[in-house]
Every structure is written in C-alpha cells, then in structure tokens.
C-alpha cells in the first residue's frame, strides 16, 4: 500500500513533481509512476522490464539474495519436502493450504477431468511425426476453446474456475500425448486410481503389450520436479499469460501464449541445454577442459546449469532436487549412461572448486531436474513441455489474480522511438 509519507521527487528541467511511493509486505518499495506521463509528458525506460512492478500480486515472492523463494508465504524448500505438487497447486490457487477433507476434493476433481475430448486426437494426428512435443502443445492447448465453450466467460466467476481445473488435469495428458505421438507408439489413457506425477509417467511410458508398473522413487521425483517448477513469480511466461490476459482473451488462449513464451530457451529450454552442455562434453576426462574454458572470459562457451539469474546465492530448488536426483541415480544407476557420469562428476567438481564457489556457481533447479528426466529416459524435446505442465498452475493461479483485479487494464507498454521523424510521401517515379 501507499506510505503517506513517503514519497520521491524527481527533477525535470527545472520542475519537481512528487511521486507516491508503495511499500510492499515484502521486497523494495515502488515508486508509483502511473500519472507521470499526464503530469510531466515523459514515460520510464526499462527495457526487460527488470526494474519495473507490472502488478502487484500476493501469490509467489523472491528474494534473490537471500535465495528466496515464497509461495502464499512458505518456504518452497519446505513445500517440496513434505507436501506434494496437488497440495501446492490448491495453495496457488486458493490462497491457503487445504484441510484434508478440500485436499480430497479438490484432487478428486482433477483426477476425474484428465481426459481429453476423443476428437481432439486428430489434431495431433495434423502434426508431422517429427514436430516438437512444445509445438504440438501450443496447438491442442489454444485449440481446448473450440471443445469447452462452457468456460471461455472471463466473467463468470465459475467459469473461471472449471477453466482452470480442466486445463491444469488435462495439461499431463496433452504433454504425455505430444510425446508418443513422436514416437508413433499409441496414446496412453489416463487413470483414475493413480496419483497426478504417477499417472504423467505411465501416459509417457506404458504401452499396450505389457502393464507399466511406477516405482515410487522416480514419482515422487516427478512430483518434486513439478512442485518446484509451480510459479516463478512475474517472469517472462507468466507475464506473457498476463499480458495476452488483460485483452480479455479466453483463458486456453492465454495459456497457449505462456507455453509459446516458455518454449524460448532463454526460459524454459534451460534444463535442455544443460543436457546439450552435457553432450558436448562427452566424457568425464574431458571435463577439467571445459572448466577451464568456462573460467575464460574470451570462450564462448558457458557452464549450463550453474547459478542463476535470479538467485544471486542458492536455488534454494535445488537442495532438494538435488536429493531427487541422488536416489533416481542410486535406482537406476549410471554406469551404462555416460551422460550421467559426466553430470555427476561434473557436479563433484563445481562444487570444490574454488573459482565456482568465490562466484557462487553452484548446480541450480535445472541442472538436477535435466539429470533426473535423462535418467528416466525422457528425451531432452522432453524436458520444457514437462515444464509447462510444472508451470500451468502458476500461470493459471497469476491469470485468475489479474481478471479479479478492480485495477485491470490492457497492456500497452510505451517505447523510446529512434526512427523517421515526419516526411512527405515521394512518387514512385522521382524516387
């Protein structure tokens, strides 16, 4: 809210004006520059956004320097630990961890709204066998408009809310069917006696010819990894979701523009070209080569999976990720995986080496994450629609927050203009 007094002045051309200033529950206070331009006939400059609050929002909190990261208030660390990714997913959406008696209800309406419209599989049969996973799941997800006219009202309250439930049961079913249609192998239906990160994976592995057994450890590092994927605060997806939102457009429209923005791999493909980074390793003794070329400023080439933009100290994602990934390895094992060798020598390394640790370098969400999904087999075109279905309840729980809001307006963001000022039209024959 706004702090009476406390206000900032800013100069321009002789001429002061006084600038509310907001003081959050949490994080820096923000100066409120909403009336500038009627004022002083000047906009702000900011491209990236990095230094500007788009919204204000009570959902997810992050303290970079702290290694922070809040969700309604809890700590993600402790979420991941003893909760599981159904229970944060209420949490998002309704402000409050669930009793039991909502908790069984509310994962009892996700269960029973998995499956898709039967005739929503010919869309992904529209797609070339070789299309990337994301570039189907931007189609089916924008194209749910056309199958659930019941839910397409922004303004209806309870629309809003069966929206929100059927794109968030049937997101794993979406994801698990791009996957094996890639594969040519037949889709997978889902199941109704099977937990959400369980049910995720027999869609993804399970075939026709024999049963498909989920072994616990590699479910709940599933869950685990949709859990800490949930919401990530404003970032470039949710603010795409919000920004495509404030227009009025229906709600799986939206979504399919947060899965557009995340495919970018600047965002969501980060996981993905850690493996990538892997692969161009090849062999654990050629790690110390490229150690040293990560430490050289004039290479090119950058450790993938190390620090983070936001967390200037820890993910504190990864700890437990991290611990995941220990026992999906200790399960399946590496010895027949080059792959995992080089990324669990490579983790040894990072970690006593003096250079990474003075620079704060240590493995984050998308390193451990990329470890896990490679040693159960997924495919790194894999790795970012599992992602969007990670994020799908951020981006919903940020999507119902900003329809709510009395202050909504479409987004217009301004721009600093560098080219032609006003010229007269030439003919054609005189140019």
């Known amino acids: 809210m706004a702090d009476e007094h406390k206000t900032a002045k800013l100069s321009i051309g002789g001429q002061d004006y006084e600038l509310p200033v907001f003081t959050p529950t949490a994080g820096p206070d923000v100066i409120d520059i909403r009336k500038l331009y009627a004022q002083a006939g000047v906009f702000t400059y900011d491209p990236g956004f990095t230094s500007t609050a788009s919204c204000d929002s009570t959902i ?64 992904f ?53 791009a996957y094996k249609y890639t594969l040519g192998q037949p889709f997978v239906y889902p199941r109704n006696d099977l937990d959400y990160a369980s049910n995720f994976l027999r869609m993804c592995f399970a075939v026709p010819a ?31 979701v919000r920004l495509a939102s404030s227009s009025g457009a229906n709600p799986f429209a939206c979504i399919a523009a947060g899965i557009a923005c995340l495919w970018g791999p600047a965002h969501g493909g980060a996981n993905q070209a850690c493996l990538e980074m892997l692969q161009e390793i090849g062999s654990v003794d050629r790690i110390p080569e490229f150690i040293e070329r990560a430490k050289d400023k004039s290479d090119p080439f950058r450790l993938m999976g190390f620090g983070h933009r936001v967390y200037k100290n820890t993910d504190p994602r990864a700890k437990v990720l991290k611990q995941s990934a220990d026992e999906v390895l200790e399960l399946l094992g590496v010895e027949d995986n080059p792959l995992l060798q080089v990324a669990k020598e490579l983790e040894r390394t990072a970690l006593h080496d003096e250079y990474f640790i003075e620079k704060k370098l240590f493995p984050n969400v998308d390193f451990y994450s990329g470890i896990i999904l490679e040693a159960m087999g997924f495919p790194t075109s894999m790795f970012t629609p599992i992602f969007a279905v990670s994020r799908t309840v951020g981006w919903i729980s940020q999507w119902k927050e900003m329809i709510s809001d009395p202050q909504l307006k479409i987004g217009r963001p301004r721009q600093l203009y560098q080219g032609a000022t006003f010229r007269d039209y030439v003919d054609i024959e005189k140019r």
């Open 60 to 123: 997810t909190f992050i303290d970079g320097g702290k290694g922070e990261l809040l969700h309604r208030g809890y700590p993600i660390d402790q979420l991941a630990e003893k909760s599981h990714y159904l229970e944060v997913c209420y949490l998002l959406l309704y402000g409050e961890l669930p009793s039991p008696a909502q908790l069984e209800e509310f994962e009892s309406r996700i269960t029973n709204h998995t499956m898709l419209h039967e005739q929503m599989h010919f869309l």
């Open 125 to 177: 049969r529209g797609y070339r066998r070789d299309a990337h996973p994301m570039s189907i799941m931007v189609g089916v997800v924008g194209a749910l408009s056309a199958f659930y006219h019941d839910s397409l009202d922004i303004n209806d309250e309870w629309q809003r809310e069966v929206a929100s439930i059927r794109m968030l049961a049937k997101m794993p079913t979406i994801a698990a069917m």
């Open 210 to 240: 024999e049963d498909y057994e989920v072994n616990p450890i590699l479910s709940r590092a599933m869950d685990r990894i949709f859990t800490l994927h949930a919401d990530h605060e404003q970032n470039a997806s949710t603010s795409t």
